[in-house]
């Protein structure tokens, strides 16, 4: 699976401000609602309760947040660069700026919503992905470094 299958290019912004976890997990499920056609509230609560079980601070500086509904019909992305990086418990105490959000599909589906995060983790994971990610002068140069083959 490649990024680009869950990610548009209209999906990802550079130099977001954000002061803290909570306030950014609460700007990108109001920015994902639309998309799904469900209130944003109800995305960062999935969001928080899956932050509960376990940060999805990744190390590195990322964060991969995702939580599953019903609605979806296939995976979503949302993919920002803060504009000064926040504390996110991630496994490695380090702060996050790099930040993917992803929505899955609940149920059916489950090869595609782990295709997905793994697609996800795997570019993330590259230090040399996530440094061009920090030098991007803007959300379409990151959207070209991310989904580059």
């Known amino acids: 699976m490649k990024i680009s299958d869950f990610l548009a290019a209209t999906d990802v912004r550079a130099d977001l401000a954000a002061p803290d976890k909570k306030k950014l997990l609460s700007l990108l499920a109001s920015d994902a609602a639309t998309r799904f056609n469900l209130s944003g509230d109800r995305i960062a609560a999935a969001l928080i309760k899956r932050e509960e079980l ?78 061009a990610l920090r030098r991007a002068r803007d959300g379409a140069e990151m959207y070209r470094v991310l989904t580059a083959e």
């Open 54 to 131: 376990g940060s999805t601070g990744v190390g590195g500086g990322v964060a991969i947040p995702h939580a599953r509904f019903a609605e979806a019909k296939a995976p979503l992305g949302v993919l920002v660069r803060l504009k000064k990086a926040i504390d996110y418990d991630a496994v490695d105490s380090k702060p996050v700026d790099i930040v993917f959000l992803l929505l899955l599909p609940d149920g059916a589906g489950g090869d595609r919503q782990l295709g997905s995060l793994a697609a996800t983790a795997r570019k993330l994971r590259d230090p040399a992905i996530t440094a």
